[in-house]
């Protein structure tokens, strides 16, 4: 979330995961991916 808590944690070898965000309450959270080759991306994800 965005005060830096770690909600969830997944691990894939797919181009494209989708994340389920049903259990999450509305606001905004930080999605931060990191690939193989230890890139990092981060984007905001706010849920309705």
Known sequence: D????QLQNLKTKNRVTK??????????????????????VSAKLIKK
């Open 19 to 40: 994340i389920n965000t049903q259990a999450l309450v509305q606001g905004a959270y930080l999605v931060t991916i990191k690939t193989d080759n230890n890139k990092t």
């Open 2 to 5: 965005m005060s830096g808590r």
